[in-house]
Structure formats: C-alpha cells, structure tokens
C-alpha cells in the first residue's frame, strides 16, 4: 500500500500531523521541508521525491513540527529546541531504521535525533537563514517591523537558536546539491533552486533522480 | 587583460543563470539581454523580494558578500549595472 495516508504522532508537547507514503516496515524516510516560506516552495517537489521513494520500496513519512503546516502551535511560539524535539521523539516511537531526508534549513531539526543516517539536499545553516530573512525583510521596505519577517513573525529566542544552527554531519551522511552551488557535496544535479522561486514549483525529473540516489544510498547504508 | 575579460565573462552567465532560474525566466528569453536591458522596474518578475532571493543566490554562486548598504537602485538597473557590480566583488 504506496497510497498517501494522513496520520498524528505525539510528543511532549502536542500532536502534530504527518502524511505517509509507502510501506510501513523496513528503512523510514522522515522528510524535513525547510523553515518558512522555502517549506511552501518546495512541498509539492518533495512529495514528488517521497513517492518516488515509494516506487522503490521505501515507506516516508513527511511530518509537521511545532510551529510549522497545519500545527496549532503560533509561529510565534516555535522554537527551534521544541522542533528537534518532536522530530526526536517521532524517531524515537518509530523504532526502525530512520534516514532523514532534509531539505535547506530543515537540516537544523534533524540534529538531535537517533537516526541512522542523514542525507542533505542543499543544507543551509541557520546563520545563513537568519541573513536570508533579514536581506527580504530589508528588500520589502519594512527593516522596522519588529518581529516580522517576511510574513513570519518570529521570536527571539527562535531567532538567537538559528543564528547558531549548524546541521549534524556526523555518521552516515550524505550531502547532494545543484551544480550550479559550488560547495563541497557527495553529488551534484542539474536542476533550479525550487526554493528561490517566488512560486512553488516542481521538477519531477530531479525528484526521481534525487529519490534514486536516496534508495541507493540507503541500499548501501543498510548492507 | 584577457584573464579579467574571461572572468567577467563567467560572471555574466552566472547572472543570466540567476536570473532565469530564480525568476523562471526561459533560457532564450535571458539569452537577449544586454547590458541595457532594464531589470528592477522593468522585469515584473524581479520585485523586492526576488531581489532578495537573486542577490543571496549570486552570492552562493560566486562566493562573494553582497552588504545591505550596496545594494540599490544603480546596480539593478540594467543587466549590464547587475553584471558589473558582481564582477567587481568576484573577481578581486
């Protein structure tokens, strides 16, 4: 059963919704979309990737966190610790072998958990993120608009966490990005940065390469 | 001379691959600009916030720091205003 499936999962603070794709049993794939607008950018492509991951044979789940889709938590309130903590305690009552499979700034909510593996597509750092932010805030005109950043309004102490955030690139990871992006990375692809469109947009090539190289590589990180 | 003209040149195609890519502009449609052509103003695509997303891009793309205070009307101008202002921080 490869059908998308909605689901809930608890953690310390709440519930939070999640879809399913796939099987159920074997290798877990958590997808985590990036924070922000770059989430609504880049959700249907990575729906595309995860049902590619399905034709594989590799169940996923795309989870919200605190804070973020249909979460009943106010941006305001969302904190990156709370994040990484429902995205740890998710893995944790998965109880199988989970990869994470994130996206630009969603490499910061996969840092704390017990995963056995991590692949990054373009992982940004929250340093980057947070300049990201401030650089659209600026280019809208309102550089005194308090919390406000682009649409998101956004706390302090969430602010003072990203600005600190670095991704987790310890045990089995894998790093992809776009060719065109000159930093170090285990492959490059042919491909635009969905994420710096001002619409959300789709490539439905690059999903099903990028699905393969994620079915490959945790192929060779479970033989 | 001929090192700084290849350079400037690498730089240009970068701008014109920013520019399709981050505004989905076509490639043939990017292929015609020239250093005259009218960007911010002119490109309906090109608002401030695709201004935001053009600039970091071209700053991961060519490993240069673009500060707030530079940025401005003058470099956004034209096509030719946008690759000139990359070069001079590329290729220090």
């Known amino acids: 059963m490869t059908g998308l499936r909605f689901d809930t999962y608890d953690w310390h603070g709440g519930r939070e919704a999640m879809l399913?794709?796939?099987?159920?049993?074997?290798?877990?794939?958590?997808a985590a979309l990036p924070l922000f607008e770059e989430a609504n950018r880049t959700r249907q492509f990575t729906c595309t990737i995860l049902r590619a991951l399905a034709d594989?044979?590799?169940?996923?789940?795309?989870?919200?966190f605190p804070g973020t889709g249909e979460s009943v938590v106010a941006t305001f309130d969302?904190?990156?610790?709370?994040?990484?903590?429902?995205?740890?305690?998710?893995?944790?009552?998965?109880?199988?072998?989970?990869y994470?499979?994130?996206?630009?700034?969603?490499?910061?909510l996969d840092t704390d958990?017990?995963?056995?593996?991590?692949?990054?597509?373009?992982?940004?750092?929250?340093?980057?993120?947070?300049?990201?932010?401030?650089?659209?805030?600026?280019?809208?005109g309102k550089s005194d608009r308090g919390d406000e950043y682009a649409g998101n309004r956004l706390s302090p102490e969430m602010l003072a966490e990203l600005r600190d955030a670095v991704p987790c690139e310890d045990g089995r990871y894998r790093v992809v990005r776009l060719d065109a992006?000159?930093?170090?990375?285990?492959?490059?692809?042919?491909?635009?940065?969905?994420?710096?469109?001002?619409?959300?947009?789709?490539?439905?090539?690059?999903?099903?390469?990028?699905?393969?190289?994620?079915?490959?590589?945790?192929?060779?990180?479970?033989? | 001379?001929?090192?700084?003209?290849?350079?400037?040149?690498?730089?240009?195609?970068?701008?014109?691959?920013?520019?399709?890519?981050?505004?989905?502009?076509?490639?043939d449609r990017v292929a015609t600009f020239t250093a005259d052509t009218p960007l911010f103003g002119a490109l309906p695509e090109l608002d401030s916030m695709a201004?935001?997303?053009?600039?970091?891009?071209?700053?991961?793309?060519?490993?240069?720091?673009i500060e707030d205070d530079e940025i401005d009307g003058e470099m956004l101008e034209t096509f030719g205003a946008l690759v000139q202002f990359a070069a001079g921080k590329a290729l220090v």
């Open chain 1, 113 to 140: 958990a017990d995963l056995t593996g991590r692949w990054h597509l373009a992982p940004q750092t929250g340093a980057d993120l947070v300049r990201d932010l401030e650089r659209t805030r600026a280019a809208a």
């Open chain 1, 56 to 64: 594989h044979g590799i169940g996923s789940i795309l989870p919200d």
């Open chain 1, 20 to 30: 399913r794709f796939g099987p159920e049993s074997g290798p877990i794939v958590i």
């Open chain 1, 78 to 98: 969302a904190t990156l610790a709370d994040q990484r903590r429902a995205y740890s305690e998710l893995i944790q009552r998965l109880g199988t072998h989970s």
């Open chain 2, 51 to 65: 201004v935001a997303s053009v600039l970091t891009e071209l700053e991961d793309r060519l490993g240069i720091l």
């Open chain 1, 100 to 108: 994470a499979l994130s996206i630009r700034s969603g490499a910061l």
């Open chain 1, 181 to 223: 992006d000159p930093r170090a990375a285990n492959a490059t692809y042919a491909g635009a940065p969905l994420w710096r469109r001002s619409e959300p947009g789709n490539d439905i090539a690059l999903a099903q390469q990028l699905a393969a190289d994620i079915a490959h590589w945790i192929a060779s990180c479970e033989g």
């Open chain 2, 1 to 27: 001379m001929l090192v700084i003209f290849e350079g400037t040149s690498q730089v240009e195609t970068t701008v014109r691959a920013v520019l399709a890519e981050i505004l989905g502009l076509s490639a």
